[in-house]
């Protein structure tokens, strides 16, 4: 099939269908379906973060008008997973976090109490009144001061790599010529999406619930809910037609569709539950990081051996876990290389992923020795890592499925001006400012996953193409109509997409950055095999054009389907399905590597890169950094969509900026209480903080890495960029900042 570009042809700048519904208002939200006789939820969070729940007095809070009930360890029903454990897809070896369980608090905010009434209002005025006597231990949030007692996990987090190595990276580092150490940390971030951590369950006459839960995966949540309630399949519909943000926070089920579910079945009515930014702040977290690095080099910076060591934070009852060091070892070319991973357990939640979960940390604080060891070298930093590429996977040896790095590197640097550096920290000035400019390498998966889409055409030609994925603001809905209409030849304005629903075929969770090249994969597939379906009843009937031509002969244009060698031969979608007394038409497909003849995973590393390239401007006596430009070359594939290819690098990009100045999330060790689970407190980049950002696409042609070429665009942005803002702080100042946020405390 082929057809002509058009508007919404695979690789035009088209703006986000679900724009118009998402400014009007139209688009709703977990916590915006309404309800009859909706019951609504206000959670109540510990005060403390050890111990054990000794009485709660409710006298006050049930006697508030409008009260229907209030939830405790006390009368909560007993559910399924009480008796057998249930762990949703993305959980990581350990005991998820029951709430309402027992009287034992695990950590700060832990939710010991739902009450329920008839209005918000009511159940936040009846929660206040609840008192809560508790017997406190001693609690240890304290990361810093907990490295020692690291622990390798005993069991690993599925789809985590073991830490790989290679050689002997400790001899080669005592024969190197050259030794960089340094020891970085970055801070706990939080994904503060804009839409809460939010649940509407809605109670059918028949029992059976509708779930509008916000979350990155419908059929994740569903299958969660008939886990761990023992309901059956039929009876949970979980939807999530649009997600108002996550960056990871909405891969695990988390409590509030746990409690608001519990609620609805329990009273067997409808029921809300939705956090507050509090509460859910204190509620995920990116981990604390600690990483410890060992270059060696020869005279001339080449690579002699990597050692990577890297601690997380975990909590006391799961073992999380990232890839943190792996991106360390396989970002360059070095015999001998040595990784490993610990955690350390903190009377905390239990972390979670948050946007390129790993490499946001790993790459990044690799990247900053990196830095360092071109100073140490005396290389320019963009001269080591060109002297040190790697054209294969370092760690497995196989090739790429494709790598422009190099490129990127290239158009990077020429679009920045790199070229004119002074390699001398402190070498320019402009009046009280001093500017830096610094560089990173960025890297992240580039990952193509099992996905089923249907496609069904009506008989007035209007195209329905559906899969249980999520669009999170990434723009899944967008390209999803891009594909089925650049391979059907119909307008955008004839397509409805229909996703973030979990009766719908099956997606995988949007995460990881596979979402793309899952969906365009199997929605291409979709409405290929419905083109063919379509060709062949146009075939059927009588007098037809086609009936001496094959299916590659014909393209898919403007609503028709066209002879290509002769134009006046040709069939209108909506004149066949009338000729042929078809009501509508219908396929469903499944896309997933190696399936219906598509890439097979041959023995290729996947990966998406790119060059970042900052420039600081930090006043000399006050130490305030300002990031005025960032220039970011992306090497990820094909481009389905430039337009929101750019806001996905863009956003990930501000929040480097954020990881790189602002972000810190600060626990009150004393009390094991986090302290700035607010906006107001918890810095991320203003508009005021961001300048030029630069975003280029450098395209690679791949047929091996998905279906369509694509690699992915949610989260390369985020990585490496807080390293080549810090590289041009130290640029600017002279002075090394290893531990995340770059703070102007730590300037002064
Ligand atoms: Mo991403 S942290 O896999 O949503």
Redesign the pocket.
Known sequence: MSTSTTASSIGQPLSRIDGPAKVTGRAKYAAEHAADGLAYGWVVSSAIAKGKVKAIHEEAARAVPGVIEILTHKNRPHVAWFDRSYRDQVAPPGEPFRALYDDEIKFSFQPLALVLAKTLEAARAAAALLRIDYIQEEPNTDFENSLEKAYVPPKKRSGIPAPASRGDAQKALDEAHLKVTADYASAAHHHNPMEMHATTVIYGSDGALTVYDKT?GSQNVKSYLVGVFGLANDKVTVRNPYVGG??????RPHYQVYLATMAALYLKRSARVTLTRQQMVSHVRRPETFQSMALGASEAGGLQSIINSAVTATSTFEDYQENVVNWGVGAYRCADAAADYKLVALDTPTP??????GAATGMTLFECAMDELSYAVGVDPLQLRLLNYAEVDPISGNPFTSKALREAYDIGAERFGWGKRPSEPRAMRDGNELTGWGMATGMWDATFQKTSARARISANGGLEVATAASD?GTGTYTIIAQVASETLGLPTANIDVKIGDSDLPASP?????WMAASSSAAVQLACQSLGTRLFEAAQDLDGSPFKDIKFEAVSFNDGRIIAKDDPSRFLSITDIMKRADLPSLEVVETAGPGLSGMVSQVKKARATHSAIFAEVKVDDELGVVRVTRIVVAVAAGRILNPKTARSQIMGGVVMGMGMALHEESMMDTRFGRPMNHNFAEYHIPVNADIHGIDVIFVEEEDKEVSPLGVKGL??IGIVGTAAAIASAVFHATGTRVRKFPITLDKLI
């Open positions: 990155q996550a960056f990871g926070s909405g891969l979670g992923d948050m946007r390129a979960p999170i969770i949007e995460g990881g950055s949610g989260e």
